[in-house]
Structure formats: structure tokens, C-alpha cells
């Protein structure tokens, strides 16, 4: 496409500049979309919190920013009854929002002022194998369509089986689905590309649930309901469908899909995965968010610390100067 040449009148509108922070907000929304190819939903969430800023602040000079101004919001945040888990979301985007500037050459308040909160160490709720597996059996106790007994069960499998989160689960296709292997790609945070792994579990329920549907619909998941058949399923009804399996088994607590996320990881760990591989099949990209699977229960631990009690192997080299030897003994 040939780009319109700029008269004079258009350079001048062109290369006006204003240092307010809405205007420089605007040009870091640009960025997000268009060089860093964020995905729409972080857009929207840096969006959030940087414009919240803005209307407590006033719509005022980047170089006029103070610390103080800081304080103040994130102070106006609690009193509004946030979260400081959510708090500290504001002082992420507000970190990344003066980077952003500072890289452009606008003076303001420089990001690593801005400190976290500390938040407590977040508890995961996970179930034990046999309660995942009473919920991977549930619809073929408690479903009386043929058709949906296959969907569901699918659909469990492949939540627990893959880690995938519900978007990308509900956004599936058919033709991404390869039953010949064992594994495929989902696009992830990012426009990232990434492989997703299918349990023998998994690979035999969608087979058996893909060759049972006689409809055209390209997703995977559908609606079965006579009103949206054929409609890819909806986050509420995945969450609804794995909550209500669950309540029928007489699992009393809340269970999520997220909650079969916690229940793959510490299942991985207890047949001693290593964590920086759950790290990467959870596509985490800090350790730290992986360590929190660490939980698992002290009988485990306790099989590790038994190992003292066994004689040594004398002919197993260590080499302690191996960098991974020595990251893993040092830092985890």
C-alpha cells in the first residue's frame, strides 16, 4: 500500500506532542498492540490500571509525577476494598507504563521505585488422584446422552491431561487435534506457539468423542443444547460442567478448572517430576509460580528425607561443578 505524502499543514499536526499522561497512556496501548503483539486481555488489563491511575491523578504532566502520587493511589485502592494481590496488578502495569516512557526519552518517575506489596504464599486447592479420577468416570455414571458422555468425558480428560487453561481449551478446533500423535499446538499469551501433550487418557476419549459427532462444526467442544448445538462450548459452561461432576461424586469442596491445573502438577511432582520441567509444561515463565505445587503432602517428603537411611551408591559421580548440579543444590 503506498503510504499519503504529508503536506505541511498534516507535518505540523504530525509532529505536535503533548506529555500528558492519557496521551502518552495512548501510545503505550499502540505499543502493546502493535509491537508487542499483546494479547487483547492484557491489553485491556494494563489499560485498567493505568487509566484508574490517571482518573485519581488527574490527567497531569508526566515530568509532574511524584512518589507521592503513588502512595496515595495505592492507598485509595485498599480503602476501595482491593485486594493488595490486586493492588500490586496496578503497580505492575504503572511499572511497565513509566518503562515505556523512559524508554521513548519523557521524563517521569523512574519504575523501580514502585514496590510490590508482600503478599502472603498463595495455597493451591488440588485434589488426590482418586477424586480427579472419580470425576473423569462421573459421566458415565450420571449422563444419559451418548453423545454428551463422550464430550464431557473428553472434556475432563483433556483439562487434566494437557494443563490447558479454559480459553484455550473452548477455542480448540478439530483439524488442530492429530489422533495419530500424541501431542499438538495451541497458540498461547502473545501470539506464542506452544506444544501441548495428550495422556493415552485423553487421546482415547477424544477419538472416541470426535468419530461420534455427525456435525460440521469446526470447534471441538460444542454446545449440545438444541437452542446452540454446534456452538463452541462457553467458559461458564466448562466451569459449570467440571463443578457439577464434582458435586455428584460428593466432592465438597469448590472445584475449578484450574483446580485440575493444581491436581496435574502435583501429580507430576509426587512421581518426582522435576519442577523445572512442570515449569515448562505449565508454560510458566518464573520458577516462582511453579513452586507453588511444592505443597505436596509430608508423607512425600518424608520418602525423600528417608533416603539418608539408605546406603550410598560410592560409584555414582557427581560432578559438583556441573552448573545445573550446583543451580539445583544452591538455589531451589
Same mark, same amino acid.
Given at each position: 500500500?503506498?503510504?499519503?505524502?504529508?503536506?505541511?499543514?498534516?507535518?505540523?499536526?504530525?509532529?505536535?506532542?503533548?506529555?500528558?499522561?492519557?496521551?502518552?497512556?495512548?501510545?503505550?496501548?499502540?505499543?502493546?498492540?502493535?509491537?508487542?503483539?499483546?494479547?487483547?486481555?492484557?491489553?485491556?488489563?494494563?489499560?485498567?490500571?493505568?487509566?484508574?491511575?490517571?482518573?485519581?491523578?488527574?490527567?497531569?504532566?508526566?515530568?509532574?509525577?511524584?512518589?507521592?502520587? +503513588?502512595?496515595?493511589?495505592?492507598?485509595?485502592?485498599?480503602?476501595?476494598?482491593?485486594?493488595?494481590?490486586?493492588?500490586?496488578?496496578?503497580?505492575?502495569?504503572?511499572?511497565?507504563?513509566?518503562?515505556?516512557?523512559?524508554?521513548?526519552?519523557?521524563?517521569?518517575?523512574?519504575?523501580?521505585?514502585?514496590?510490590?506489596?508482600?503478599?502472603?504464599?498463595?495455597?493451591?486447592?488440588?485434589?488426590?488422584?482418586?477424586?480427579?479420577?472419580?470425576?473423569?468416570?462421573?459421566?458415565?455414571?450420571?449422563?444419559?446422552?451418548?453423545?454428551?458422555?463422550?464430550?464431557?468425558?473428553?472434556?475432563?480428560?483433556?483439562?487434566?491431561?494437557?494443563?490447558?487453561?479454559?480459553?484455550?481449551?473452548?477455542?480448540?478446533?478439530?483439524?488442530?487435534?492429530?489422533?495419530?500423535?500424541?501431542? !499438538?499446538?495451541?497458540?498461547?499469551?502473545?501470539?506464542?506457539?506452544?506444544?501441548?501433550?495428550?495422556?493415552?487418557?485423553?487421546?482415547?476419549?477424544?477419538?472416541?468423542? +470426535?468419530?461420534?459427532?455427525?456435525?460440521?462444526?469446526? !470447534?471441538?467442544? +460444542?454446545?449440545?443444547?438444541?437452542?446452540?448445538?454446534?456452538?463452541?462450548?462457553?467458559?461458564?459452561?466448562?466451569?459449570?460442567?467440571?463443578? $457439577?461432576?464434582?458435586?455428584?461424586?460428593?466432592?465438597?469442596? $469448590?472445584?475449578?478448572?484450574?483446580?485440575?491445573?493444581?491436581?496435574?502438577?502435583?501429580?507430576?511432582?509426587?512421581?518426582?517430576?522435576?519442577?523445572?520441567?512442570?515449569?515448562?509444561?505449565?508454560?510458566?515463565?518464573?520458577?516462582?509460580?511453579?513452586?507453588?505445587?511444592?505443597?505436596?503432602?509430608?508423607?512425600?517428603?518424608?520418602?525423600?528425607?528417608?533416603?539418608?537411611? $539408605?546406603?550410598?551408591?560410592?560409584?555414582?559421580?557427581?560432578?559438583?561443578?556441573?552448573?545445573? !548440579?550446583?543451580?539445583?543444590? !544452591?538455589?531451589?
Amino acid at each position: 500500500m503506498k503510504l499519503k505524502k504529508l503536506n505541511l499543514s498534516d507535518k505540523k499536526q504530525w509532529y505536535s506532542f503533548s506529555n500528558t499522561l492519557s496521551s502518552h497512556l495512548e501510545r503505550f496501548i499502540n505499543y502493546l498492540q502493535y509491537t508487542k503483539n499483546a494479547s487483547p486481555k492484557t491489553i485491556e488489563n494494563y489499560s485498567l490500571w493505568v487509566n484508574r491511575f490517571i482518573d485519581y491523578v488527574w490527567d497531569i504532566d508526566a515530568s509532574e509525577i511524584k512518589m507521592m502520587h +503513588i502512595q496515595d493511589f495505592r492507598t485509595y485502592l485498599i480503602k476501595q476494598g482491593l485486594s493488595p494481590k490486586t493492588v500490586n496488578y496496578h503497580a505492575v502495569g504503572l511499572r511497565s507504563f513509566f518503562k515505556f516512557m523512559l524508554r521513548n526519552d519523557v521524563e517521569t518517575l523512574s519504575p523501580e521505585k514502585i514496590d510490590l506489596a508482600k503478599i502472603p504464599p498463595r495455597r493451591v486447592s488440588y485434589l488426590s488422584e482418586q477424586q480427579v479420577q472419580d470425576i473423569l468416570d462421573a459421566p458415565s455414571i450420571f449422563e444419559k446422552n451418548p453423545l454428551k458422555i463422550l464430550r464431557d468425558k473428553a472434556v475432563l480428560a483433556t483439562l487434566y491431561g494437557t494443563w490447558l487453561r479454559v480459553t484455550e481449551l473452548i477455542t480448540l478446533k478439530t483439524k488442530d487435534i492429530r489422533l495419530s500423535e500424541n501431542q !499438538f499446538s495451541v497458540i498461547w499469551k502473545g501470539s506464542k506457539l506452544r506444544s501441548v501433550f495428550l495422556t493415552q487418557d485423553a487421546k482415547e476419549k477424544l477419538k472416541k468423542y +470426535i468419530l461420534s459427532r455427525s456435525d460440521d462444526s469446526e !470447534f471441538l467442544f +460444542i454446545s449440545l443444547s438444541p437452542n446452540s448445538y454446534g456452538q463452541p462450548l462457553s467458559r461458564n459452561s466448562v466451569e459449570s460442567l467440571v463443578k $457439577k461432576y464434582a458435586e455428584l461424586v460428593w466432592i465438597t469442596e $469448590k472445584v475449578t478448572p484450574h483446580t485440575l491445573r493444581h491436581s496435574f502438577a502435583t501429580s507430576l511432582l509426587r512421581r518426582w517430576a522435576d519442577i523445572r520441567s512442570v515449569q515448562a509444561l505449565l508454560w510458566h515463565s518464573s520458577i516462582q509460580t511453579t513452586q507453588i505445587y511444592t505443597h505436596v503432602d509430608d508423607k512425600y517428603l518424608q520418602k525423600v528425607h528417608d533416603l539418608l537411611d $539408605k546406603k550410598p551408591d560410592f560409584d555414582k559421580n557427581i560432578d559438583v561443578g556441573d552448573e545445573k !548440579f550446583a543451580d539445583d543444590l !544452591f538455589n531451589e
